[in-house]
């Protein structure tokens, strides 16, 4: 047999062996001789690929022109051992550059199972973001962070009597990319979501999302009136000109769709009571759009055309209410309301009763008018059915409505990540209690919170903590996998230490002999403030060297751009703070200052 055939028949016998023998066929192959096996696994493959079952039995398909190498392989198989055996935690130490990313991919791959990734920072999520598109180009692959530019958290400071409303900037790319995650958990079971710790927070219940949908058929009845108070009940605003995200518009025997999680509209064409026709188009265009994902989040194709048989239209927000649920809320709320106004009267604060009476009433009449209200998400418990205590809802209960305990939960750089979903339970406690003390707020806004650390620990079935340098609690609550031999065979780096006397005259130097030496090189500067960042890149901008800055107050999409600029060599130089400490994967960078 020939060395490309041998080549052939070694990646089919990796690639689909693991799946074949999965638990969840009910036979087991038993086949050892990798020729004979590779080839009934090739006829299997190019008969499956065209059937439905594929779908069923191999929902994650890892694409990548590399295998497993040095230490992969063994960790893969530790960890799909962990997971099938019935372990909680485990944790893949793995050096810098050892490919921890492509072995967790492995894994999904293996375990063919709906994953969480978690990381600390959004840089890096939308570093693994990229790379887990790119491993699997067909599954649902998606991406939820906090989707604020800018974000001020409602606060009260009594020590000025200074109150400052919440005030936010939202990222409508982020918010499609939110919504269309939750979506996805909800129709789809080749899922995983690269998250920030952002998912803990509270974003409402998945039971009252899933059940609010706008279901529209080719052939059935169709009455205008109704699907537009639909759209209205989910949060879809009427624009005939204006046509973004989140509308509708009426166009003559049709109606424009523009869901809030996708990048096209459809239109609904009706005639004498039914629905003729569901069509898929560029929003800008108008052009038709050929419908190219048959297992579509919104739709389900009839043919190969641009033409839909059916729609499902989900809502353009996560805090959904029930108008039959509201009635009953605001019951509870006003007789809430009217025990804490007598508590701050009892107490001698009447401005802070006054003050709670007036903008609970508020919140309330414009909740029951429209169904929604800026800080809804303060009286989520009233509306999730939830008693007073009780864990929000977060990203993790989607997946567990969805998938059961049948999920995986990744946390990137856990030494870091892990301390921060322990810490933003008490730092909103502190803000909230301020805002209730002084009649801001009813006592129910505590409620609207992240998860404390051990209410999201009860919650994922496993646990994998990927870390070069993993944190004691982690050590100490899952067995070790070790990666310490990078695929690249790449040492560690070497470190001088330099006197900080005409450092930056220092620096510029070995940026322009290493530049001279290798145009492709990349150089990464650490500096303590976004400041010094700002200043340094322009100061190596005015001596003609190709530099920029990178820090928290750059929007979040376009981090990765700069990442990917650099990568580009449009720039020689980039300069962050702590973005660029952790997990930050850039082959290009041949010097760290």
Same mark, same amino acid.
């Given at each position: 047999m &020939?060395?490309d ?7 089919v016998?990796n ?11 009910k036979?087991?192959?038993?086949i050892?001789d990798k ?14 690929w065209?059937?439905?079952? +594929?779908?069923?039995?191999i929902?994650f398909v ?6 497993? @190498? ?5 960790a ?9 055996s019935?372990?909680k935690?485990?944790v ?8 921890k990313? +492509?072995t /967790? ?8 199972m ?8 959004k840089?890096l999520a939308?570093? *693994?973001?990229?790379?887990m598109?790119?491993?699997?180009? @067909?599954?649902?692959?998606s991406?939820f ?6 974000y001020q958290?409602?606060a009260?400071?009594p020590?000025s ?11 409508e790319? /982020?918010d499609?990319?939110?919504l269309?995650s939750t979506?996805n ?13 952002s998912c803990i927070y509270?974003i409402g ?13 080719? &052939?059935v ?6 699907v537009?108070?639909?759209?209205a009940?989910? $949060?879809?605003?009427r624009s005939?000109?204006?046509?973004? #995200?989140?509308?509708?518009r009426q166009r ?5 769709i523009?869901?809030a ?17 569901i069509?898929? +188009?560029?929003?800008?265009?108008g052009?038709? *759009?050929?419908?190219? !994902? ?5 739709l389900?194709?009839t ?8 729609l499902?239209i989900?809502p353009?927000?996560h ?31 009447l ?6 009476? $007036? ?7 414009m ?14 418990r009233?509306?999730? &059915?939830?008693?007073e205590g009780?864990p929000?809802y977060s990203?993790?209960h989607?997946? #567990? ?14 030494h870091?990540?892990?301390?921060q979903?322990?810490?933003m339970?008490?730092?909103? +406690?502190?803000?909230?209690k ?13 409620d609207? #919170?992240?998860?404390?650390? !051990? ?13 070069a ?9 899952g &067995?070790?996998?070790?990666q310490l ?10 470190? @001088?230490?330099r006197?900080?006397?005409?450092e ?11 530049v ?5 090189g990349?150089?990464?500067?650490t ?7 700002? !200043? ?7 001596k003609g ?6 820090h928290?107050?750059i929007e979040?999409?376009?981090?990765s ?6 990568r580009k060599?449009?720039?020689?130089v980039l ?14 960078v041949?010097?760290?200052?």
């Amino acid at each position: 047999m &020939g060395i490309d055939m041998k080549n052939k028949v070694e990646h089919v016998f990796n690639y689909f062996h693991p799946l074949l023998c999965h638990n969840k066929f009910k036979f087991q192959i038993q086949i050892q001789d990798k020729s004979t096996l590779s080839i009934l696994i090739l006829t299997a493959y190019q008969f499956l690929w065209y059937n439905y079952w +594929f779908d069923y039995f191999i929902m994650f398909v890892l694409k990548s022109p590399f295998l497993p @190498t040095g230490d992969q392989p063994e960790a893969i198989e530790e960890l799909v051992h962990g997971v099938e055996s019935g372990k909680k935690n485990q944790v893949l130490l793995g050096v810098t550059g050892s490919g921890k990313t +492509f072995t /967790i991919a492995n894994v999904i791959q293996k375990l063919q199972m709906p994953t969480l990734v978690i990381s600390h920072n959004k840089t890096l999520a939308g570093q *693994i973001y990229q790379e887990m598109r790119e491993f699997f180009p @067909t599954n649902g692959v998606s991406y939820f962070v906090s989707y604020y530019d800018f974000y001020q958290p409602e606060a009260y400071l009594p020590a000025s009597d200074t109150y400052i409303e919440k005030e936010a900037q939202i990222n409508e790319q /982020i918010d499609k990319l939110r919504l269309q995650s939750t979506t996805n958990i909800l129709t789809r079971k080749d899922v995983i979501v690269v998250a920030s710790v952002s998912c803990i927070y509270n974003i409402g219940s998945p039971l009252d999302y899933g059940k609010y949908i706008l279901d529209l058929r080719v &052939g059935v009845p169709f009455d205008l009136h109704d699907v537009q108070f639909r759209l209205a009940q989910l $949060q879809y605003d009427r624009s005939e000109f204006d046509f973004k #995200r989140g509308t509708f518009r009426q166009r003559g025997n049709s109606i424009d769709i523009y869901p809030a999680y996708e990048d096209v509209g459809y239109r609904v064409t009706y005639e004498n009571g039914l629905t003729t026709s569901i069509t898929k +188009f560029d929003p800008l265009t108008g052009r038709e *759009i050929q419908a190219l !994902d048959q297992r579509s989040i919104a739709l389900w194709t009839t043919n190969s055309n641009s033409n839909q048989n059916q729609l499902v239209i989900f809502p353009a927000k996560h805090f959904m209410a029930d108008p039959k649920t509201i009635v009953e809320a605001e019951k509870q709320i006003r007789k809430d309301l009217e025990f804490e106004v007598e508590l701050h009267k009892k107490a001698g604060h009447l401005v802070e009763a006054q003050r709670l009476k $007036q903008r609970v009433t508020h919140d309330l009449e414009m909740i029951k008018e429209i169904g929604y209200v800026n800080g809804i998400e303060n009286y989520s418990r009233y509306f999730d &059915g939830r008693k007073e205590g009780d864990p929000p809802y977060s990203l993790l209960h989607y997946f #567990r409505q969805a998938y059961g305990d049948k999920f995986l939960v990744v946390i990137d750089e856990s030494h870091m990540s892990v301390s921060q979903i322990r810490g933003m339970f008490n730092g909103d +406690f502190a803000r909230k209690k301020m805002l209730i003390d002084f009649g801001f707020r009813l006592k129910a806004s505590y409620d609207n #919170r992240p998860m404390r650390f !051990d209410e999201f620990y009860k919650i994922p079935p496993h646990i994998i903590y990927t870390s070069a340098t993993p944190n004691e609690w982690e050590v100490g609550h899952g &067995g070790i996998v070790q990666q310490l031999v990078r695929p690249t065979g790449i040492v560690d780096s070497e470190i @001088t230490v330099r006197p900080s006397k005409n450092e930056v005259e220092d620096l510029i130097g070995e940026i322009q002999k290493r530049v001279k030496k290798d145009s492709k090189g990349k150089i990464l500067v650490t500096t303590l403030t976004k400041r010094i960042a700002e !200043d340094l890149a322009s100061y190596l901008k005015d001596k003609g060297i190709k530099a920029t800055y990178l820090h928290s107050d750059i929007e979040t999409l376009e981090r990765s751009d700069i990442l990917d600029s650099l990568r580009k060599h449009e720039y020689d130089v980039l300069i962050g703070v702590n973005l660029l400490r952790e997990g930050i994967d850039l082959p290009e960078v041949s010097l760290v200052a």
